[in-house]
């Protein structure tokens, strides 16, 4: 009896943890982009898990698409330039101190998830933000995606 | 006070005095340098005090033991209403409005605030947000090139 409640009790915690882990993976700036812009009209927010993420060795994908304007474009620069800051390896274009493109890939946690924040300004008025998890093998995969090849 | 012992023990040993007077007994058994005539009678005072002693001394032992046991109790109940807490709050963070609830788990594309679940639409959607994010060539190739032009 003593163990059960004891095993039960361990368990609990534990679980509680994971979640507390998985909520700590959420905790970037740019989610509040995919929050508040994801479901409203001119915008396209792709959200990928599982079986469908498998040929990409990956684990999330999450991705907006949004036309902006102005102060779009000022709260996606300024989550961009928080979650940065915490980046292992960034790849930026800045134009007249916006950034136009950007790749970021985030510090791997202990639980070895691979981070990536993607993000490009295309010239007809759209702006298209990702965000993506996966273990090690996913790097290579990106790193060559993200170049496209001509 | 020597009848006065002789009335009290035989009175003692019929299992008719009283506490006061069994104080008095094992008062007078207790003293040293009795006459020889008592030296039988007080070996036998002195094992029911002596048992008297240990019996006190068990009883001591048997608390103290009972203490932990509540202590263990105690913490046991702190970590279960802890794990039960702490449970609650991941339940609430889990279902949290807007943030990935289980309700919305799965694939799914939201085009102009209409969610699609179609799996080769969403597959689509995902593999047009991947292009537009990817770069047309190294920049830093495209700069030299131009430096050199």
């Known amino acids: 009896m003593k163990t059960t409640t004891f095993t039960l009790t361990f368990i609990t915690i534990l679980l509680t943890l994971t979640v507390f882990a998985a909520q700590a993976q959420e905790g970037l700036k740019i989610q509040s982009v995919f929050e508040k812009y994801g479901k409203q009209k001119g915008a396209t927010m792709v959200v990928l898990s599982g079986e469908a993420l498998h040929d990409y060795r990956l684990d999330k994908y999450r991705s907006i698409t949004i036309e902006y304007d102005k102060a779009i474009l000022n709260d996606i620069q300024n989550c961009l330039q928080a979650d940065k800051k915490q980046a292992r390896e960034i790849k930026e274009v800045i134009s007249n101190g916006i950034i136009s493109s950007g790749y970021y890939q985030l510090p791997a946690k202990e639980d070895r998830i691979h981070r990536y924040i993607l993000f490009k300004m295309a010239g007809d008025g759209t702006a298209t933000l990702i965000y993506m998890e996966g273990g090690p093998e996913s790097e290579a995969l990106i790193n060559r995606l993200f170049i496209k090849r001509k | ?149």
């Open chain 2, 1 to 149: 006070m020597t009848t006065d012992i002789h009335r009290l023990l035989d009175r003692y040993f019929q299992g008719g005095t009283t506490t006061e007077e069994e104080k008095t007994l094992r008062r007078f058994f207790a003293q040293e340098n009795l006459p020889e005539e008592w030296h039988e009678t007080a070996a036998i005072f002195r094992f029911l005090e002596d048992e008297s002693t240990a019996l006190k001394v068990l009883k001591e032992i048997q608390r103290e033991e009972a203490l932990p046991v509540r202590r263990t109790f105690r913490l046991k109940t702190i970590v279960t209403v802890a794990a039960a807490a702490c449970a609650l709050i991941a339940l609430l963070l889990v279902l949290q409005p807007g943030k990935g609830s289980s309700s919305e788990a799965g694939s799914y594309v939201w085009v102009d605030g209409q969610r699609i679940t179609d799996p080769a639409v969403v597959q689509r959607y995902a593999e047009l947000s991947f292009d537009k994010v990817q770069t047309e060539n190294n920049i830093i190739t495209e700069q030299l090139q131009f430096m050199t032009e």
